[in-house]
């Protein structure tokens, strides 16, 4: 087994990512020697030394982060700033700071600033999840054939990239460099637009008469149960994601409905041609995605 990458990592957020990435440290030993969690509430930091997933606990975040040589934001990208200020002086020198956030410029601006002279800030964020949330919801395998983009700013060690690009391949992942606005026009189509409208189309569910509402949940495995399932994501970590992704998560919500009306209009006039050729290419790329592993 090779050493571990860091001698201790301080992983501020124990939830479903950073629960998993503690457990894969814990478990394999190939990431850090020493494993330190910090959560906004105790009763989180409770269940993490029940679950046996850290080596120490730390509310205070200052203190969760002295002496570690990698400190892992992985709490909703909303917190990232009053977290950065806290944690600022207390850094170790040579430190590496990095994250898990869903979006990037925002993480960059929020965060960047307040990095110390010394310290490599090497934002990243792995494409793997579910909708649980929680210490209880990680495990091991969670980013084994992901992608981690990491979207280093310009003059960035870049020995502080591989050891982070490393320590994602260590838990099983795939790496790729971005620029962090593509990544977040990226994300905004893969990933914030498909949660947005499950989001929404649940509440127009939800909205129905009575009736119509009891139908819903009793024939929901027609198609709607699988936009209940993105539904059911924290909602603090998705109202995080789209207020710091604002201008991407829009442009794409226009195109989007702009290629819904034009779905109504064929719908409307009978343009049976148009539909077809729509749901095809939705297959074609269904098909895609299970060539390339990632369905
Ligand atoms: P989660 O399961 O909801 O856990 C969030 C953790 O952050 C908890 O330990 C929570 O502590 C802590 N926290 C610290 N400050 C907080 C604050 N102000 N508000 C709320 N929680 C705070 O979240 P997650 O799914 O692991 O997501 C963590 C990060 O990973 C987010 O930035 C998200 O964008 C990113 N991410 C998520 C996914 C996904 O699918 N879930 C995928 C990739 C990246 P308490 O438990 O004490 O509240």
Redesign the pocket.
Known sequence: MPEPLFERIAL????????SVARIAREHGHLAREVVA????Q???DRVVHLGIADRVELDVARAVEGADCVM????????A??ALAIAPHLAPGAILT?????KQSVIRDVGPLVPAGVHFVPA???????????D??FTTLFEGRWCLLTPPPGTDAMAVEKVAELWRRCGSLIEVMEPAHHDRVLAIVSHLPHLLAFTICGTADDLADESRQQVLKFAASGFRDFTRIAS??P??WR??FLNNREALLEMLARFTEDAQAMARAVRWGDGEYIEDKIMRGRAIRRSLIELKQA
């Open positions: 501020l957020g124990i939830g479903l990512i950073g629960s910090n959560a906004r509430t009763a989180t930091l934001l992985c709490a909703p990208v909303g917190a990232y009053d977290l994250d898990v956030g869903s979006t964020h792995p494409l793997a999840g579910t909708e649980y949330s929680g210490p919801a990680g994501s924290d603090t970590m995080d994601v």
